[in-house]
């Protein structure tokens, strides 16, 4: 509270009580502002800032009672301790009183000690709403400051999540091959990645990865992941498989090369799922290698028949030295392949029910007359209408290759 004298205001239409009081309070160092009635109290408290008043409780005009209902009716800035003396000394005047908002009751004569005591505790209680109102303005500060930090995180979160969705391939056309996608990430930022690329005349190499976690570390390693994958495609570009049992060896080898390269020593729990695989546009031909990513789905579109292929593999920097194996499969003309994140699968309802393999399957069944793009937003909102909202918990990401029918 303020090192400043306090004020207290005193009302009453006694002039030698005034005079006593005043006296009194001046001895103990307050300013002291005087009123002869309620009236004149009243409009004092609306002209100035006083906080401790001492009042009458009959008076002409406005009683002390009637002055306690119009301070307590009025929203203060600060409040205002109120006194009431009178010399009734029934319980009923007292009830009447403290419900009419006094804090505190004194009978006359007013003894000087009793006084000071009870004037004493009136500041204790004032001096507690300061310390509140300080702590008050304390923590109003300290969250306009995290409010502010918060405001710039959240600016380069967006900016991070712009440059990110940069990164996304647009759906291709290729001659006997489509690819389309759908992305929805858990946070700004996401975990999840996809990218495809033509190798040589007839080759589409393709790769969907999940980072363990969310938020902004597993967005960096999956910005890593991307620019050492994107590396990758050029150095394959320059040194394609030249048959189809050099692929099946060629793709293990390269998720191996990055389970080595990115064993985590910081977090052990930093590690990424992945597809990586290759599709022959002509042939339908597709050569994969798995490491602990969701089993795609082969959808058998002539039968509207979907197959989880593969048996999932070990995820990428978890363990070292990890051997890695690749599965072959020809898609026939008018066939799809699906690589999705488990964000899908594990996508809950708000029962906390999981929206599950066989929903997916059905969904992809049920949705083969429609084209690609139309798939992925019939997944899309499918989900949001599973979940409830689009506040998804993990990253959701659906990657959609046919093979079309040649004219």
Same mark, same amino acid.
């Given at each position: 509270?303020?090192?400043?004298? @306090?004020?207290?205001?005193?009302?009453?239409?006694?002039?030698?009580?005034?005079?006593?009081?005043?006296?009194?309070?001046?001895?103990?160092?307050?300013?002291?502002?005087?009123?002869?009635?309620?009236?004149?109290?009243? #409009?004092?408290?609306?002209?100035?800032?006083?906080?401790? /008043?001492?009042?009458?409780? @009959? @008076?002409?005009?406005?009683?002390?009672?009637?002055?306690?209902?119009?301070?307590?009716?009025?929203?203060?800035?600060?409040?205002?301790? +109120?006194?009431?003396?009178?010399?009734?000394?029934?319980?009923?005047?007292?009830?009447?009183?403290? #419900?009419?908002?006094?804090?505190?009751?004194?009978?006359?004569?007013?003894?000087?000690?009793?006084?000071?005591?009870?004037?004493?505790?009136?500041?204790?209680?004032?001096?507690?709403?300061?310390?509140?109102?300080?702590?008050?303005?304390?923590?109003?500060? =300290?969250?306009?400051?995290?409010? !502010?930090?918060?405001?710039? =995180?959240?600016? !380069?979160?967006?900016?991070?999540?712009?440059?990110?969705?940069? +990164? +996304?391939?647009?759906?291709?056309?290729?001659?006997? /091959?489509?690819?389309?996608?759908?992305?929805?990430?858990?946070?700004?930022?996401?975990?999840? @990645?996809?990218?495809?690329?033509?190798?040589?005349?007839?080759?589409?190499?393709?790769?969907?990865?999940?980072?363990?976690?969310?938020?902004?570390?597993?967005?960096?390693?999956?910005?890593?992941?991307?620019?050492?994958?994107?590396?990758?495609?050029?150095?394959?570009?320059?040194?394609?498989?030249?048959? !189809?049992?050099?692929?099946m060896v060629m793709l293990p080898q390269m998720v191996a090369?990055?389970?080595?390269?990115?064993?985590?020593?910081?977090?052990?729990?930093?590690?990424?799922?992945?597809?990586?695989?290759?599709?022959?546009?002509?042939?339908?031909?597709?050569?994969?290698?798995?490491?602990?990513?969701?089993?795609?789905?082969?959808?058998h579109r002539a039968e509207r028949r979907s197959e989880l292929?593969?048996?999932?593999?070990?995820?990428?920097?978890?363990?070292?030295?990890?051997?890695?194996?690749?599965?072959?499969?020809?898609?026939?003309?008018?066939?799809?392949?699906?690589?999705?994140?488990?964000?899908?699968?594990?996508?809950?309802?708000?029962?906390?029910?999981?929206?599950?393999? #066989?929903?997916?399957?059905? +969904?992809?069944?049920?949705?083969?007359?429609?084209?690609?793009?139309?798939?992925?937003?019939?997944?899309?909102?499918?989900?949001?209408?599973?979940?409830?909202?689009?506040?998804?918990?993990?990253?959701?990401?659906?990657?959609?290759? #046919?093979?079309?029918?040649?004219?």
């Amino acid at each position: 509270m303020s090192t400043e004298r @306090m004020p207290i205001l005193v009302a009453d239409d006694d002039a030698n009580v005034l005079r006593i009081i005043a006296a009194m309070l001046r001895r103990w160092d307050y300013d002291v502002i005087l009123a002869r009635d309620g009236l004149e109290a009243w #409009e004092i408290l609306q002209r100035q800032d006083i906080r401790f /008043v001492i009042s009458d409780w @009959m @008076m002409p005009g406005l009683t002390g009672p009637e002055l306690c209902r119009q301070i307590r009716a009025v929203s203060f800035a600060k409040y205002v301790y +109120l006194i009431l003396l009178t010399g009734r000394e029934d319980k009923l005047s007292l009830v009447e009183g403290m #419900e009419a908002g006094a804090d505190d009751f004194l009978v006359k004569p007013v003894h000087r000690e009793e006084l000071r005591v009870r004037i004493r505790a009136g500041e204790r209680i004032l001096q507690l709403e300061w310390q509140l109102e300080e702590r008050n303005r304390h923590l109003s500060e =300290i969250n306009q400051t995290l409010s !502010d930090a918060y405001a710039t =995180i959240r600016h !380069d979160l967006e900016s991070a999540a712009v440059m990110q969705k940069a +990164l +996304l391939p647009s759906p291709l056309r290729l001659p006997g /091959v489509a690819v389309d996608w759908l992305f929805q990430p858990s946070a700004f930022v996401a975990g999840d @990645m996809f990218d495809y690329f033509v190798l040589g005349q007839r080759q589409l190499s393709f790769y969907q990865l999940d980072v363990a976690g969310h938020g902004v570390p597993a967005a960096l390693l999956s910005f890593t992941l991307h620019q050492v994958l994107a590396r990758g495609a050029e150095e394959q570009r320059l040194s394609q498989p030249q048959s !189809d049992q050099e692929a099946m060896v060629m793709l293990p080898q390269m998720v191996a090369a990055l389970n080595r390269r990115f064993q985590s020593g910081i977090d052990p729990l930093l590690y990424f799922t992945l597809i990586y695989g290759h599709l022959d546009c002509q042939t339908g031909q597709v050569i994969l290698t798995q490491a602990g990513h969701p089993r795609p789905i082969w959808l058998h579109r002539a039968e509207r028949r979907s197959e989880l292929m593969g048996g999932g593999g070990f995820p990428v920097g978890m363990l070292p030295e990890l051997e890695y194996d690749a599965i072959a499969f020809d898609l026939a003309p008018g066939d799809r392949l699906f690589l999705y994140s488990d964000g899908v699968t594990e996508c809950a309802n708000p029962h906390g029910e999981a929206f599950s393999e #066989e929903r997916l399957l059905r +969904l992809l069944e049920e949705t083969a007359g429609l084209s690609i793009a139309a798939v992925a937003a019939q997944l899309g909102q499918t989900l949001r209408e599973w979940k409830g909202d689009d506040q998804h918990q993990d990253d959701i990401t659906l990657l959609i290759l #046919e093979r079309e029918h040649q004219p």
